[in-house]
C-alpha cells in the first residue's frame, strides 16, 4: 500500500491555501491520500529566522501579487485578512482534535476554515472562532471548544510541529512523498510528474 502523501500546511499560509484546493485530487490520482497535517510556522521560525514573508520589503508586494495571480489560475476566491499573520492555534487545534476520530472531517474542517480565512478575509483567530466553524461539518461548536481546549490536544499540536521540524519542514506548504521533500504550492505539478515516473 503506498505512504500517503504528508501535507505540512499552516493556516496563516495563502500559499497552504492554495494547495489545499488540490492535494487530495493530486494524491487521488496515483491511488494515494494525502494526510493533512497542521503545524505552527512560527515555531519554525524560531528556528529558522525566517519572518512572515508579507512583511519583507518587496518581497511582500511581490508575494501578495503573486498569491492573487494564482488564486485567479486555480479559479478560487481569495481575500488577505486585514490583520495579517494572524494566530492560526486554535484552528489546528480544532484540526487535531476532530482528526483524533474522524479524519475526513478533519480535512473538511480544514477546507472550511481556510474558506473563512482566505475566501471571506475573516480569520478565526479564537477558540470560539474557530468552534463556530465545527458546525460547517456536524461538529457541536460546545464540544470542539472544550477539544481546543483540552491540554492533549495542546500537547498534540506541539508535537506535531516539533515532529515537522525533525522532518526538514520550514515553510507551509511542505510535502514529503516517501520522503522526498517539496516546498511550496508551485511543487505540485513536480510532485505529480515525480509520482509518475517514480522519481529521478
Known sequence: MPQPIEFWFDFSSPYGYLAAQKIDKLAENHRRSASWRP???GAVFKVTGQQPLMSLPLKG???KHDMERSAREYEVPLQIPAKFPFLSV???RGFYFIDATDPGKARAYAKAVYHRIFGEG???ETGEQAAELGSKVGIDPK?????INDQAIKDKLRSET???IAAGVFGSPFFIVDG???WGHDRLDQIDRWLDTGGW
Do not use: V
Request: charge should be negative; glycine fraction near 4%.
Open 90 to 92: 486554535a484552528a489546528a
Open 162 to 164: 516539533d515532529r515537522a
Open 180 to 182: 522526498e521533500p517539496f
Open 143 to 147: 464540544t470542539l471548544l472544550a477539544g
Open 122 to 124: 475573516q480569520p478565526p
Open 39 to 41: 503545524f505552527l510556522l
Open 61 to 63: 508586494s511581490y508575494a
